[in-house]
Nanobody, 125 residues
């Protein structure tokens, strides 16, 4: 029904930047939100950001506020996560999904969630 593909991860030094993309295909008109999540080794998968696809409203977890920015393109087929001022603690596999799991924004559909396969972000000197 919906396919999500992340890209843009890589190795970056502390203080550096990356821009992640989440490309959606299939029945994209059904997508109401796109959340970004991350999972560090040995840690739980946690929500990072959320964007409402209808009006572009954004939400973030406290640890990334002021450093990360999520946005969408005009066609609402690609969602971005701009990662600035990266820290080693940001190292994780980053996923996009059709749900949001933040204290400020929790959204799930009555049907299936869709997830991408993830892209690795490594912050190291």
């Amino acid at each position: 029904q919906v396919q999500l593909v992340e890209s843009g991860g890589g190795l970056v030094q502390p203080g550096g930047s990356l821009r992640l993309s989440c490309a959606a295909s299939g029945f994209t008109s059904e997508i109401e939100v796109i959340g970004w999540f991350r999972q560090a080794p040995g840690k739980e998968r946690v929500g990072v950001s959320c964007i409402d696809m209808d009006d572009g409203s954004t939400y973030y977890t406290n640890s990334v506020k002021g450093r990360f920015t999520t946005s969408r393109d005009n066609a609402k087929t690609t969602v971005y996560l701009q990662l600035n001022s990266l820290k080693p603690d940001d190292t994780a596999v980053y996923y996009c999904a059709t749900r949001c799991s933040l204290p400020s924004r929790y959204y799930v559909t009555s049907g299936s969630d869709y997830w991408g396969q993830g892209t690795q972000v490594t912050v190291s000197s």
